[in-house]
């Protein structure tokens, strides 16, 4: 059995092309969801939970893709830097700090989900599911990330 057997397939590399992002939403163990930041840092392809480490509550991507730049993904709020690769942060207000991991393999030129500790939901960002509602206008909670 490898690691992508009973994977959920996210994209692909091809679509994913360096200095861009891809944005899913997971299941967490405790119910909850969350956003995860898919990257091509050039060098790697990566996954990240979508939030800055200086305010937690400060998405990288907010719906319509992480900015990049040359293999480093950059907060929008205060600019700070971070490597794509490594989740790294050397620089502004996040200095020091490290983006939190979330497992993803390429196998044969496909992206996959290999985190055991959530599972995938759904392509873009929490509040874009819509499959519960229907269509419905949100009714319950409103999750700000
Ligand atoms: S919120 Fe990201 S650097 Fe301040």
């Known amino acids: 059995m490898v690691a992508t057997d009973d994977a ?19 299941l967490e163990r405790d119910g909850s969801k969350e956003e995860v ?6 060098d790697c392809i ?14 990288l ?7 990049m730049r040359d293999g480093e993904i950059i907060c929008p ?3 700070s830097m971070f490597d794509a690769c490594s ?5 502004g207000e996040a200095n020091g700090s490290t983006l939190i991991s979330v497992d993803v ?17 759904h392509e873009g960002g929490i509040e874009e599911d819509t499959d519960e509602d229907e269509g419905m206008p949100s009714s319950s909670s409103h999750l700000t990330f």
């Open 87 to 91: 989740g790294h942060c050397d620089n």
């Open 46 to 59: 990566a996954a990240w939970r979508n939030f800055c480490q200086h305010e937690t509550d400060q998405r």
């Open 77 to 79: 709020k205060h600019g």
């Open 37 to 42: 930041v898919l990257v091509n840092g050039g």
């Open 8 to 26: 959920a397939q996210l994209t692909t590399v091809d679509a994913l092309p360096e200095n861009e992002s891809f944005l899913f939403t997971v």
């Open 61 to 67: 991507d907010r719906g319509f893709g992480a900015a």
């Open 105 to 121: 393999t390429v196998e044969a030129g496909n992206i996959y989900l290999t985190d055991r500790t959530c599972e995938f939901l």
